[in-house]
Every structure is written in structure tokens, then in C-alpha cells.
């Protein structure tokens, strides 16, 4: 169990709690996720959609996708949107730098999530001329952790390869993302040492919840004294000023919110963030693997469902049962990430229990 806010925190949360409450009403679009794969080229261990290199949904057709950014600009401002790639591994569509290009016409601002495997130098300027303006790069430790993670090896060497480029390269905003698991947990501030040698700013951290191949693998879960450790590693790096980490947001911190993440915990899911998926489905966001669609892009117009739907992820409400039915912490946390959510409902993980 993570320690109790203190009295300062928990006035800050109050505070927090009801811009919330507010952001809910207004649920502004800032972040639409567009899973536009979920094809693969790497077998990572922790992977929450089970993609494959050739997967049993195809690609969907940027000209589809493109139907539903049409409409959102005819809706709202879209100077301070983000639409974010992700996958599968983006880079397995030949067409991604026509589909980022047809975006930058449009007036939308772009980002990626990739693996690195494929962001050589070359691809990265060619992606950046077609308007991307933010990626991430996955490491998930060092040569041996990172390619046991990944299932291939030669991943890490990619993936290096990819960062020390981009931490230097100017027009777009990067950060490192890492998972923390068993494997990994003991060399952090090898990897640490490592980003920052390699010029690195931000690093992102996170751990596996238990949905899809992680929920069979007790290798990616962290004890609950090693979650606490990574937090005061996360504190010491903060302090430190080599590198600028932060945690995820994979739920309520208690004595952590406010020390380890640049934010309060807020499940931005409905809120600001939307995401469709390679199917066509309106959701949340791309975590979350559990059927919580609001419609669909084939028979529903996006910005009715962004408007009108999305009622569970802006009231928590229904979501208050089993455990969360009485808990202290429910005015701050409201049960967690949706993406710590089964089908049911039914919360998977909560570090305040």
C-alpha cells in the first residue's frame, strides 16, 4: 500500500477535483489517438492487443480516418489537438508518410508511438517533412532486458540507434517511454545513465497492468515494496536534474501525486483524450482494452458521440463498487484509469489497496 497524502496534497486534490468535475462538462478535444495498425513487427512480452506481423484486422484506410478529421474541423479549433499514431507499430503502413502529409495539410498536428525498429535517420526527417511533431520511442532497459521485452533480437540496437537521433534532432518534441518489470527493475539507473549519455530530456515510466500477455507473466509485475522503490527512484531522478522522469498514469499515487508526474491523477480518457480504432471504434483511449466503445466511425458521426456520449468515462459513478464502494480515496482517484477496467467494470489494479 503507498503512503496517504499529506494535508497540503490532499487540499491541492481537493482543488484538482474540481477542475475535473469541470473538464468533464467542457471534455475539450486535445488528443485523438488513431490506431492505424495492428500489424507488428516485434513480439513484446507485455502487449496488450496481442498484434502480430500480419494481424487479422487490416490497416484502416486513411481515407476513412480522414472522413473523421474533416469533421472535427469543421467543429472545433484545432490548433491545440494532437493526433497521435499508434499501433501495432505505425511504421508497418507504407503510407504513413502520406497519411502524416495529408494531415499537415488539413492543419492537424502529429505525433507517433513507435518501437524504434524502423526510425532510422533517414525515416525520421522524412516524417518530420510530412509534418510530425512529436514521437515516443519505447526502451525497455538495457541490450538484454530490452530485446527479452521486445522478442527480437537486435530491438535495442534499433531503438538506440533511433533515440540518440532524435534527442538531438530539432522541429520535434520526443520523449523515451520504459515499462518496468522484473527484468529490468534492478538496472534502472543503468538506463537512466544510459538515456541521459545519450541526450535524452524527458523518460517517461510506467508498469504493466494486467490486461492481455502481461496478465500471464508474473515477470512484469513489480512487488508492492518495488513499485514503492521505483517511485522513490522516480523522486531522486527528479532531484537530481540529469533527466526529467516522470510516472504514467496508471492510477492514484496517495502520497506520490504531485512528487512523481507533472499532474495531479486525472483519467483523461472522455475527458480530453478520444481514440479510434483500427475497426472504426470511438473509445477513450488506446490502453484501454476492455469494451468501453461509444460508437463507431462506419454508422456514427464522431463529434455527436464525443458530445454526447462518453457518459462513463465523465461520471465514474456506476464504476463505484467492490472495492471502490467504500474507500476514502474515491473523491480523488474515482476508481482508477478506465484502462484498469474489465468488461464488467471490475477494477484490476489499485496501488492504495
Known sequence: MLPSPSLCQRISLDLHAGLL???????????????????????????GSDCTASALTPDMPFENFEKVLLRIRESYDIKDLLV???????????????????????????????????LTPAKVDELVDAGMRAVTVSLDGLQEAHDWMRGVTGAFDRASEAIRYLAHRKGVAFDVVTCVTQKNFGELNAIKDFLADAGVKNWRIFTVFPVGR???????????????????????????????????????????????????????????????????DISGCTSIRSQ?????IYKDDFVEVWEKRFGIFRDHTPLKTGPCSSCKWWKWCKGNGMHLRDDEGRLLQCRMI
Open 21 to 47: 468535475s469541470q473538464e468533464a462538462r467542457l471534455h475539450p478535444l486535445r488528443q485523438l489517438f488513431w490506431e492505424c495498425t495492428l500489424r507488428c513487427n516485434l513480439r513484446c512480452k507485455h502487449c
Open 84 to 118: 497521435i499514431l499508434s499501433g501495432g507499430e505505425p511504421l508497418m503502413r507504407k503510407d504513413l508518410s502520406e497519411c502524416g502529409r495529408r494531415m499537415k495539410e488539413l492543419g492537424f498536428m502529429w505525433g507517433m508511438v513507435s518501437n524504434g525498429y524502423f
Open 214 to 280: 502481461a496478465a500471464e507473466d508474473s515477470r512484469l509485475q513489480l512487488s508492492g515494496d518495488q513499485f514503492k522503490e521505483l517511485m522513490e527512484f522516480i523522486l531522486r531522478c527528479r532531484k537530481d536534474g540529469s533527466i526529467h522522469a516522470s510516472f504514467g498514469c496508471e492510477g492514484f499515487l496517495g502520497g506520490y501525486e504531485g512528487k512523481v508526474r507533472d499532474h495531479l491523477f486525472s483519467c483523461q480518457a472522455g475527458l480530453s483524450i478520444a481514440s479510434i480504432r483500427v475497426n472504426g
Open 292 to 296: 468501453y466503445s461509444q460508437g463507431n
